[in-house]
Every structure is written in structure tokens, then in C-alpha cells.
């Protein structure tokens, strides 16, 4: 069930012309895109999805193995320098790896990050498209998250997790609920009570971010934008912490910038979509907070 699938192997060698159809490259990725280039920061990128799918992986030829989706999940356009570039999987289920790297060539895994993650490596990586589908080894699908990293120690962002509620986790449900809101809207700030903190240090979703947070998410926005910045705040006597997961995947945090020990995350131009938002504390303990969304500032 591991490793690598040899650059040696061509693409026509190793698919059928079912494969062909069912793993279409062409396709938008389910998760969205990114552009990376070597140094990028934060690292990991990290991207929250449902891995799996109805496809068996294992079409594209051994060690390829689990349960894919026709389009990929995830495109990375990479700029390499001299950094390897690492795909890896964190889940509570048995999740696997398939990658069709800028060669044109298929990578797979099993269970090289960890009992239940999987981890694909490029040590020369070349320049180009970087097509990623996260699968399920036991068939069905499950929440994941995937880390792209030039980190050969995973301990060094607390990639390591194999489950146990050990992962920050934009695929749960949100703890304090969820809100549709459109630019302009009243009443203006929107405010949310709930108690702030958790298990899991925020560093692993961004290595810059700070603070202790749960897996799920306290909040969850689906945001119509216009031309009014957003801006995402909490008020508590307790030294609180932001952690954000934007529509495009990416991940904004902040501690104090809202004054005093409060957190603020400012978007000046901000996307729709749908905006993950965690409350964490700067300790261990719990508080209770109010979370502020407000276009006015």
C-alpha cells in the first residue's frame, strides 16, 4: 500500500482508456486552486475537504490505492527553488494520495505520513501543475485536510496528528452556528456569543497563528461581498485569538490587533464565499467571548 508510483512509469502504461475518462485533470479542482512559490509562507498550506469518492484509484496502477472523485480535489501551480515540495493528508479515517505532477506522470500513497495519512514527495520538484485527489482507503468519504509543505518534519506545524479530534477541521459543523450575510447588512456589527478556546493550537493550521482552539469551527459566514471591507472581531475580558479560513482556502489569524487582548482580522477587499472563523484563547483555559462582523469599523 506505499510509496511512490516510479517517475519511470509513462502515463499510457499505467492507465486504460476508462481511466483516462474517470481522473479528467481538466476538470475544477472541488477545493479550488493555488499558487505557490518556493519559500511560500504560511507553511503548510493547508486546504479542508471531503476526501473520496467513486472511483477506484487503483485503475492508474499499483502502489495507487482508495476512493477517488472524477475531478481533482485541489491544483497547486508551483515555482520550485531549491525545497523539496510534500503533499500530506491528516484525517481520523484511512486516507490516501493520488498526484498528477507537472511530468504527466501519476504519484500515489498509502499510509507514508502516518497509520492514516498519506504523503507524496518531491525532492527535485519541477515547475507547473500539481493536480492532488485525496481518497479514502475503506471506500465512502471523510473529512481531511491536506498540507502542502517544503517541511521535511511534519512536528514542526503538528502535521503528525493520525485523528483522535486532533485536527483543525473546517468540515464540521460550526459549534455556534452559521449566517448568510450580503454587503450592507443590518443590524451592523453582527454578534455572536460563545465560549472561546479549545484542545488544538492554532500554529497547526498556520505556523504564525497563536492561541488554543477547537476542531470544529465556533462560526461559519457565507458572505456576498461588495465594496465595503469585512472585518471579523471578538470582544472578551480574556485574551483572545482569531483563526480564519477564507473562501479561496487560505487562513488568516491575529491576537490583540482588535485592542487590548481582543483579536481583529480586517479583509479591505474581501471575497464571497464562505468564511471558517475560530475564537481560540492565548491560554489554555476557556472564556466567553463575543464574535463581532462589522462593516464599520
Known sequence: MKRLLGATVAVAAIMGASAVAAQDYSLSPNYGEVRLSSGFSPDPHTVSVTAGGTIDAAKLGSPCSGRISDAPDVQVTYSPGSLPLIFRTASDSDTTLVVNAPDGQWYCDDDGFTDLGAEVRFNSPRSGNYDVWIGTFGGGT????????????????????????????????????????????TPDPHRVSLTAGGSIEASTAARDCSGMVAAAPDYQITY???SL?????????????????????????????????????RLNKPSSGVYDIWVGTFGSDTASASLLITEVP
Not at 161 to 182: H, W
Not at 245 to 256: A, F, I, K, S, V
Open 142 to 185: 471523510a473529512a481531511a485536510t491536506l498540507y502542502v509543505t517544503e517541511l521535511n518534519d511534519a512536528s514542526d506545524y503538528g502535521g503528525g496528528n493520525s485523528g483522535g479530534g486532533g485536527t483543525i477541521n473546517s468540515g464540521l459543523t460550526a459549534t455556534y452556528g452559521e449566517v448568510r450575510l450580503n454587503s450592507g447588512f
Open 229 to 265: 471591507p469585512l472585518v471579523i472581531r471578538t470582544e472578551s475580558g480574556s485574551d483572545t485569538t482569531l483563526l480564519v479560513n477564507g473562501p479561496g482556502g487560505e487562513w488568516y489569524c491575529d491576537d490583540d490587533s482588535g485592542g487590548g487582548t481582543n483579536a481583529q482580522v
Open 224 to 226: 456576498s461581498a461588495g
